[in-house]
Nanobody
């Protein structure tokens, strides 16, 4: 089992910044890939960014490319999402997710953290 806990959400004005954190615990050695997703009211959950825990470059949704940066601190088993130049359309609940070795899709999810961007 892998437990994920997000933090860092809040209310920010358009143009501002926030940094989300996702702390992983449990069998973190089994995680091979992790990512951030978001879900706005009335909309489907959408991909935001992803990062391999071994090799490869991070991936971003076109809507956040150049504004958001995904990173991780191995020593702290924590993943981050630095969000700059926030827009009202970035308002959503943000979830971190992990994919463990042998899984075909993200199989662990956090509880989500609310990000609200005011205009």
């Amino acid at each position: 089992q892998v437990q994920l806990e997000e933090s860092g959400g809040g209310l920010v004005q358009a143009g501002g910044s926030l940094r989300l954190s996702c702390a992983a615990s449990g069998r973190t050695y089994s995680v091979v890939h992790s990512g951030w997703f978001r879900q706005a009211p009335g909309k489907d959950r959408e991909f935001v960014a992803a990062l391999s825990w071994s090799v490869g470059s991070p991936r971003y949704a076109d809507s956040v490319k150049g504004r958001f940066t995904i990173s991780r601190d191995n020593a702290k088993n924590t993943m981050y999402l630095q969000m700059n130049s926030l827009k009202p359309e970035d308002t959503a609940v943000y979830y971190c997710a992990a994919l463990t070795r042998g899984a075909h899709d993200y199989n662990y999810w956090g509880q989500g953290t609310q990000v609200t961007v005011s205009s």
